[in-house]
């Protein structure tokens, strides 16, 4: 059994940073591509951004590129999101989920990921 546990949320003001990690424990993410999702009150679940098994290819949301990154560290079994250039828009509830295919670059469906982490808040005032 997988558990992923995401951490690094909080209240920034537009323009600022963060960077979320997502620590997995039960199995080893080497493996296996991860995802970024996040959901917004009131709205669906969109994706963020994901990352392939041995972290050399990734793709994000069109909302994110060139403001948001994807990494791994497979030593430690946590993947990162760095976020830049925080708008009021991005403030959400932030997931990291694991893709249910081995050595594969999972894509935007939720569906693909097996595995998902409990959330954390990021909050950007504007």
């Known amino acids: 059994h997988v558990q992923l546990v995401e951490s690094g949320g909080g209240l920034v003001q537009a323009g600022g940073s963060l960077r979320l990690s997502c620590a997995a424990s039960?199995?080893?993410?080497?493996?296996?591509?991860m995802g970024w999702f996040r959901q917004a009150p009131g709205k669906e679940r969109e994706f963020v951004a994901a990352?392939?098994?041995?972290?050399?290819?990734?793709h994000s949301a069109d909302s994110v590129k060139d403001r948001f990154t994807i990494s791994r560290d497979n030593a430690k079994n946590t993947v990162y999101l760095q976020m830049n250039s925080l708008k009021p828009e991005d403030t959400a509830v932030y997931y990291c989920?694991?893709?249910?295919?081995?050595?594969?670059?999972?894509?935007?469906?939720?569906?693909?990921?097996?595995?998902w982490g409990q959330g954390t808040q990021v909050t950007v005032s504007s």
């Open positions: 989920a694991q893709g249910r295919s081995s050595w594969s670059l999972p894509n935007n469906d939720d569906r693909e990921y097996g595995y």
């Open positions: 990352i392939s098994w041995g972290g050399g290819r990734t």
């Open positions: 039960g199995r080893t993410l080497f493996s296996y591509g």
